[in-house]
């Protein structure tokens, strides 16, 4: 790792605050994806059973 000098902690704290964003969005999609995943088998099996 290069020497930053007196911007060591912005850069790395740039680089942590990137890392956290970067993580909170990824487990956001997932949450995300997981509940739309279980909606659309919920409507799926309501519009194969006739419940609509």
Known sequence: M?????YAFAVLSSY???????IGLIV???M???KARK???I???????GRT
């Open 2 to 6: 290069p020497d930053l000098g007196k």
């Open 16 to 22: 942590g605050a990137t890392a956290v964003l970067l």
């Open 28 to 30: 956001f999609v997932v």
């Open 32 to 34: 995300r994806n997981a």
């Open 39 to 41: 909606t659309l088998e």
């Open 43 to 49: 409507i799926e099996n309501e519009v194969k059973n």
